[in-house]
């Protein structure tokens, strides 16, 4: 078993990183006034939605590989689950195959 975690995890991770850092940053600008604090009570709302769309295309474009990675190690266990499945489907047509005939 190896010690590196899986790409879901890492690529999981590393996006609520990039969301955290974003929340922080639009967090800091509304408290400096440079960014307009939204209306009434919807501060935290606002900075929230804001923080949501900066993260989205910078972890589009920054996290690239790990999405990659992902996705193929995802594919994998896919293809091996259909692999299992259709092992077993066939162990069960032989087995009703075999049943038929000695019926």
């Known amino acids: 078993m190896s ?15 990039i969301f955290v850092g974003c929340l922080v940053l639009v967090a800091v600008l509304v408290r400096l006034g440079w960014v307009p ?4 009570d919807a501060n935290f ?3 929230v939605l804001l923080a949501l769309v ?3 295309p910078l972890s589009f ?9 992902m996705s193929a190690q ?5 293809a091996g689950a ?9 162990q069960e047509d032989a087995a009703d ?5 000695t019926s």
């Open 74 to 78: 995802i594919s994998g266990r896919v």
């Open 3 to 17: 010690l590196k975690p899986s790409a879901t995890i890492r690529y999981t991770a590393m996006r609520l990183g």
């Open 54 to 56: 900066l993260s989205a």
């Open 82 to 90: 259909k692999q299992k499945l259709a092992a077993n489907r066939d």
């Open 45 to 47: 709302a606002w900075v």
């Open 37 to 40: 604090a939204g209306l009434g």
């Open 97 to 101: 195959d075999a049943a038929r005939v």
């Open 61 to 69: 474009v920054l996290l690239r590989k790990q999405r990659d990675e």
